[in-house]
């Protein structure tokens, strides 16, 4: 096997040396009963050859994104990504180690985590950030629990606008820690802030908003984030689409206690879902409250700078029982390959980037609003929208599929059995999204409706 | 006139009056190492014995110091909240955590002495 | 005063006065003084070209955003010096031995890479209609199927993104499975030698925690934990092989005891590599078991994640799998996303989306590789190593528990007895000598804990000259020379920080002087 360096040579000698005679002698303190005397059904060993041509045809029965013309958001983006990022960040150096848990011989991933850090407070305009999440989702509802340790409350307020896995995820923490969540009706025509605040109470931890809403529609938080404050709750603010702060106000401007979001538009790949990286960014009188790894600048004896976890009294191998979360982990090479865009962005990047965005979605909101059979229902939108169409989404989405264009997500998939949304559809476009392309969508949504 | 007593917990509580001041010992300093954050309990919480009132954290260690007699805190130390290289594991000194207007003596009385708390020490590893 | 953690010092301990190596700029020949990103930046300065272009506002409902991000200007020549520069300050298993126990730390291969960025794989949106991702969907039902076959057991949830998630994963399924049955069930029974996560997730899941002590032969005193067994417990959370490294001998009489307790067993997978495609879990009586992919099969630990840890589950506990789950309904594979339309009763959701899906690319890849019959191989070998180590070892430290390990070795800190050298000292100079240090001060029950794994990637070669510098540095310490060890390491990009510092005054993000 050429993953295993031990000869049968090397084997018997260590064997010796340890004093048993075969490697069933090794395992000498399972039950006999559990022992495989072979191994258990699944194919032998192959080359990398037929691996690869394994994996090659489970491929080949996909339609790539990067093949067709594709509008699909929801919460991922389909991104062009410098070739430097994907170089970087496959240098074993930081592919291969491990949590940077003794600092002498980690000084790389450290720096590149404070310098993260900084990039995600920037972007959201919040003071300090943690070293990432698993994603926006897992993000969304450790920010609830935060709010909720913060405010001693258990009452979390919702916008209908959270994307639903986003809420879903949330929803199973609240089940099994006793806190509450009130929320209104979806809406795809956006929600009343108005209503929010409304349902904000004295023993309400936290209104959680998002915008981009998970139709496209962008908010003004400044004054629910008044209304939050007024009550003693904190806002927290979630973002799907981290690009769309090169362009619109930063969360931190408007208010926000903690922001939470996706950071996968940034230097990682569509990957069918994972891994993506949670973003998580707040103010430093809440920091000890924070979940997830914090990286700090310190000295070594030498009076150097140089950088360590810290803060780690909040962990679970500290506090145990007690820990802010039981998140051990964060996305570190996602977060790496975000960084590495984000400095390749720079100012000027991250601001073109997005305008280019947006400025394709204009084009493309109105192409389709000239087709008959398609409703643009956004009043504001970065770079997604929801339309509405004269057929069901779910087939729509299906037909145009067949004809190799990846359209656009039902809202059925994502709100399944409200009927309210079975003929709309969200529609994202990015950098990556030509006129031709647009061209072909518009061109199949005629045949189609 | 205080007097000073010690709990299994390694708190030392130096009694005046129905004021009892609780701080932590030597020994459960020297456990901890050097200490990074203190959080002291609000002047007017009532706390029952046994239950959580300050929390202390080291780098590789966080801790609770639980409230070693019933009663209301009448003051937390925020000048170790501030600096938590001011918490003291001298018994009466400035480094203590809060102070308790105890609400029933009694609770003293299963306390150590400064003798037997030194006994104490011995029996642990 | 609780919960007092073995004290050890983190104050770097004052360096002797050797000369230094003083150079104007700062570096010293390949290793490099790098300044952070935002000391570097210039305005007018990109890594990217992207033409600017006129936009209306009217769309935006004035919300534009006033003032620039802050983010510094660089072109990509600097980036990618800035990227490469840092990575040499790291240690990775790809630079060298990481015996760092309870990690496992093995080889990555680069085939597995390339295979997760194949077009049609790494490009897939997630929400994709189901009709176009028929080959995602068969690579997760086929990495099911291994996991499944390895493990015996029925069903596995995939969507966990790491082992911590997956452990949530589990301990919800009892909670649920608990609640279906109309019972109150509220305590989960914890070795105290169990991560630290085991604690954290029960208690995010509403249960209370009670420890099970363990025995002078470092396995789960089971009188112990038939005594505490009553109608109020949940289950336990076991690791097994655990973290000392030992087999839990009576792990089918403590999965017998506590199902005639009403209970459950959740089993920590975090030391699956010791027994993978050799005995499996469902043999044993559990009835739900994370797997690390990043630990067992080998997807990049990537400086802290990301991870995957699919979460397999007994018949009892299968109902409750969360949403997202792929069936085949004999036509075609379908992702069950939709909690109504699932056949069970699904306990909710746990992350965005379906999973770690380039984790599982990675992972299924390297199983393919190996094969049955080289994963047996390969948790042989690992095995072997660890045995290796304590036998070359065990008569200069001190090996925690007599007898065979599995794939980790635990020593203590009793051979540093009186040399005024600790465990945090020892492994520093490990440092020096070009290795990475083992595990420390884990797991809790032995005092001063190293904890050896070195995984089946390491030739017998490299585990000798390990032996070599660990006995080489315990006579040593045992010598006396313990200036030695506090100055440790000498020859890092950094030496000893100083993590008091860091944590009493905490400078989190770099901000304009």
Known sequence: MRYLPLTDEDREEMLRKIGVNDINGLFADVPAQALLKAPVDLPPRQGEMEVERIMAEMAAKNLSPSTSPSFLGGGAYRHHIPATVDYMIQRGEFLTAYTPYQPEVSQGTLQVLFEFQTQVALLTGMEVANASMYDGATSAAEAVMMANRVTRRERAVIAGGLHPHYREVTETHAKYLGFEIVSPEPNANGDSMDELISLIDDKTSCVMVQTPDV?????????????????????????????????????????ADIVAAEGQSIGNPLGFGGPYVGLFATNPKYVRQMPGRVCGETKDVEGKRGWVLTLSTREQHIRREKATSNICTNSGLCALAFSIHASLLGDE?????????????????????????????????????????????????????????????????????????????????????????MEALTAALKEIL | ?????????????????????????????????????????????????GEEAAVVESVKAASEVYAPVSGEVVEGNQAIADDPAQVSGE???????????????????????????DEYLGTLD | MSDMSQGRTNVPVAGSQQPKTVTISGSKGLEFDEPLIFEMGEEGRTGVDINPVEISDSRLGGLTRKENVGLPGLSEPQIVRHYTRLSQKNYGIDSGFYPLGSCTMKHNPRVNEKIARMRGLGDLHPLQPQSTVQGALELIDTLAHWLKTLTNMPAVAMSPAAGAHGELCGMMAIAAAIKARGENRTRVLVPESAHGTNPATAAACGFTVDSIPATAKGRVDIAAFKAKLGPDVAGIMLTNPNTCGLFENDIIEIADAIHEAGGYFYCDGANLNAICGRVRPGDLGIDCMHINLHKTFSTPHGGGGPGAGPTVLSEALAPFAPVPYVIHDGNSFKLVEDVNEADGVPFGRLKGYHGQMGMFTRALAFMMSHGADGLMQASGDAVLNANYLRASLGDILSVSFDGLCMHEVLFDDRFLKDTGVSTLDFAKAMIDEGFHPMTMYFPLVVHGALLMEPTESESKETLDLYIKTVRGLAEKAKAGDAEFFHDAPRHTPRRRLDETAAARNPVLRWKPQ
């Open chain 2, 91 to 117: 018994a009466g000194s400035d480094g203590w955590f809060f102070k308790i207007k105890m609400s029933n003596t009694s609770e003293l009385d299963g306390m150590m002495n400064d003798a037997e708390y």
């Open chain 2, 1 to 49: 006139m205080s007097t000073i007593k010690f709990t299994k917990d390694h708190e030392w509580v130096s009694v005046d009056g129905d004021v009892a001041t609780v701080g932590i010992t030597t020994y459960a300093l020297e456990q901890l190492g050097d200490l990074v954050f203190v959080e002291v309990p609000d002047a007017g919480k009532s706390v029952s014995v």
């Open chain 1, 349 to 437: 990047g991250i601001k073109r980037l997005a305008r280019t965005n947006h400025a394709n979605a204009c084009t493309l909101a109105d192409m389709l609003a000239k087709v008959s059979g398609v409703e643009v229902l956004n009043k504001t939108f970065f770079n997604e929208f929801t339309v509405k169409l004269a057929k069901p989404a779910g087939e729509v989405v299906e037909k145009l599929a067949s004809k190799g264009i990846l359209g656009g997500i039902p809202l059925s998939r994502l709100f399944p059995g409200n009927a309210d949304f079975t003929n709309m559809m969200i529609v994202a476009a990015t950098e990556t999204n030509t006129v031709k392309d």
């Open chain 1, 215 to 255: 139709f496209g529609n962008l908010y003004d938080l400044t004054k629910i984030a008044e209304a939050a404050h007024e009550k003693g709750a904190l806002l927290i603010a979630v973002n799907t689409e981290i690009i769309s702060l090169g362009l619109l106000e930063a969360p931190g401007n408007q208010g």
